[in-house]
């Protein structure tokens, strides 16, 4: 039987964890630090009969009986040194001592190097983690190193003493040779026994120790998780710290520009205002004169239809008026998000683009307001006299709506 038939379950060490906390050896696999070695086919008269020392034997010289089974145990375990088991074992974290030819070995250490490259691209506690696995792995390898040396020293008194063992076999087989025969059988069956329940052992073995990954994966994927989250909401924290400067900055270039708009606005409201002012003082002296004659000719109907006709332009004006603030508000909307999207890249341009084109803007204004004066001076003319007639037909239209009324 091989030495590695049990995984390596020799013998466990402590861990410590970046959080403080410590594993425990578990009690089910106490049996892991009995190591096996090959087995003897020999007669059980001459092993009975042996005068060599219990404990300088291999564990199955001793196989008589199930009272003998529970000695050769006994006698595996006083072979090993007891200093070497202190420092092997250590009750906070379960770690085995496996051979280096053993699968179980790259199996175990992959594992504790993937976790902690997992834990590597964490913050600085992933980091203080990834330290001290490090320094456990460090550790862990130097006594997997003694642990070796120790037992290859224990193979190479093993096999000294069984070649003093095999000397005096060979005579006491000399002798003895006739009283083999009748305990073969019984030696057999004891030889199965005993392997039956090795490989009891062996199995509940193995399944604690799944149960042990299990639940080392499982600390481990909590760990990451943790500190997942934690990293998760800095970044939200500061995404939105960010977030918040840039809309501030935002809304300040807004406001300037705002600012600078209303500041040329109000310019050319005043200079419109002056124009307007002017060319309706005129207009109201030429209709002054015409509501003159028009008022001697029909007072009451020009009185009432005006009166009418004053509340439906008012109505008329103020749905136009309505009207034009929602199409402006929605014009400065879009125009608003247009510029917001634009202000990022075309900052500069922007500022340049808004002179220019406030410059232009006033010398078109002017031009426009020139013109617009002299061609409204020429088509006040015509326009009093086409007010006039509209009024005329608007009163006709009106009187006889309320005729048909």
Not at 151 to 168: N, Q
Not at 195 to 200: A, G, T, V
Request: some cysteine; charged content about 35%; aromatic content about 4%.
């Amino acid at each position: 039987m091989d030495d590695d038939d049990f995984g390596g379950f020799e013998a466990a060490e402590s861990y410590e964890f970046g959080n403080g906390e410590k594993q425990t050896t578990s009690p089910a696999i106490a049996w892991a630090a009995f190591p096996t070695v090959p087995e003897i086919h020999r007669s059980p008269d001459v092993l009975l009969e042996c005068s060599v020392p219990s404990s300088c034997l291999a564990p199955e010289s001793f196989i008589s009986s199930s009272d003998n089974v529970t000695t050769a145990v006994q006698a595996a375990n006083s072979v090993i040194n007891p200093a070497v088991l202190e420092e092997q074992v250590n009750p906070q974290f379960l770690c085995f001592n496996i051979p280096v030819a053993s699968s179980n070995a790259f199996e175990d250490k992959t594992l504790v190097t993937s976790a902690t490259s997992l834990i590597d691209a964490e913050t600085q506690r992933t980091n203080e983690l990834k330290s001290c696995l490090q320094q456990a792995v460090a550790n862990l390898e130097l006594k997997l190193c003694t642990a070796e040396e120790e037992k290859l020293k224990i193979k190479k008194e093993l096999e000294c003493l069984l070649e003093k063992h095999s000397v005096l076999e060979m005579d006491f087989l000399k002798e003895k040779k006739e009283k083999v025969l009748p305990h073969q059988d019984h030696y057999k069956t004891l030889q199965e026994k005993h392997k039956q329940e090795l490989e009891d052992m062996r199995k509940a073995g193995h399944e604690a120790l799944s149960i042990i990954v299990e639940e080392f994966k499982a600390l481990l994927q909590s760990t990451v998780q943790q500190q997942e989250a934690a990293i998760e909401k800095r970044y939200l924290l500061a995404i939105e710290k960010h977030s918040h400067k840039c809309e501030e900055l935002l809304n300040a270039q807004h406001q300037r520009l705002l600012d600078i708009l209303e500041a040329e606005k109000e310019v050319l409201s005043e200079k419109i205002e002056e124009a307007l002012m002017q060319q309706s003082q005129k207009h109201k002296e030429v209709l002054d004169k015409c509501l003159d004659e028009e008022r001697q000719r029909s007072k009451e109907a020009v009185a009432a239809a005006a009166k009418a006709e004053k509340e439906a332009v008012q109505e008329a004006v103020l749905k136009a008026v309505e009207e034009e603030r929602r199409n402006m508000e929605k014009i400065h909307a879009e125009e608003r998000k247009m510029w917001e999207a634009e202000c990022d890249s075309h900052k500069e341009k922007i500022a340049q683009a808004v002179s220019e084109a406030m410059q232009e803007q006033r010398k078109e204004n002017q031009k426009i307001v020139k013109e617009a004066l002299m061609e409204e001076q020429k088509r006040s003319e015509k326009a009093i006299e086409e007010a006039v007639k509209r009024t005329r037909e608007e009163l006709m239209e009106y009187i006889k709506e309320q005729k048909r009324v």
